[in-house]
């Protein structure tokens, strides 16, 4: 009951920016968009999340359209290390505060 | 350094057997959440507790039961009534803001296997 879209797998080369995309076309106007990613056999890490503008931190930047409808996880210089499965994540409100993974996209950064 | 830690990484149960899975936190976060991950799949909700000494179910509660006797700490007790618990289970703790904005972090897991 994922309330998200992301594509199975993507690759990005060393150094390049890497943009990961999620559709989340159902989303209510006070819901959050998540990202986390998840290296093998490690717990989900957290990254970013935003409502409606565009928000920016250490580990990445999250580019959200006008309509809110889709996403942009925008990794700028990606590394090795950044070899995961992301999950985009739309928040359920009220209750448990659940986060709903959905399968997520692979990224492979290649040297 | 504040953070979630889960133990122990690796643990094997025998059949009929009660197992424990610990997670503590020491980020003074109010919320705290068990799940479970499936090979290849999603993370399930277990059960979670928003404040001490109270908790509630989640979407597989069956089979397991937690306790919230400390902020800090939510174990997970894995019963022989859970009839297939091998998994890599998962714990998060998060603040309770206003407007519940407030993101889950997670601990590295427990990896449960049966003998």
């Known amino acids: 009951d994922a309330k998200t879209t992301q594509p199975t797998s993507m690759d990005c080369a060393e150094g390049r920016a890497a943009n990961l995309p999620c559709n989340h076309s159902?989303?209510?106007?006070?819901?959050?968009v998540y990202w986390y990613r998840q290296i093998h056999s490690q717990g989900p890490q957290y990254i970013i999340h935003?409502?409606?503008n565009n928000e920016t931190n250490e580990m990445a930047s999250l580019i959200i359209t006008e309509d809110r409808k889709s996403s942009t996880l925008i990794l700028p210089h990606a590394t090795l290390r950044d070899t995961a499965v992301y999950y985009c994540i739309v928040r359920v409100l009220g209750g448990s505060e659940k986060l709903v993974f959905g399968k997520g996209t692979k990224l492979t950064v290649n040297p | 350094d504040g953070g979630i830690t889960q133990s122990p990484k690796y643990l094997f149960r025998k059949e009929g057997q009660n197992v424990t899975l610990s997670c503590e936190q020491n980020?003074?976060?109010?919320?705290m959440y068990w799940y479970r991950q499936d090979p290849g799949q999603g993370l399930r909700l277990i059960y979670y507790s928003q404040i001490v000494n109270d908790f509630q179910k989640g979407d597989i509660a069956e089979g397991y039961s937690v306790s919230r006797e400390k902020k800090e700490s939510f174990p997970l007790t894995v019963t022989s009534a859970q009839k297939n618990p091998t998994a890599f289970y998962l714990c998060a703790s998060r603040t309770a803001g206003d407007d519940g904005r407030q993101p889950q972090h997670f601990g590295d897991g427990t990896r449960l296997s049966i003998l």
């Open positions: 935003g409502l409606k």
């Open positions: 159902t989303i209510s106007g006070n819901e959050y």
């Open positions: 980020l003074n976060h109010d919320a």
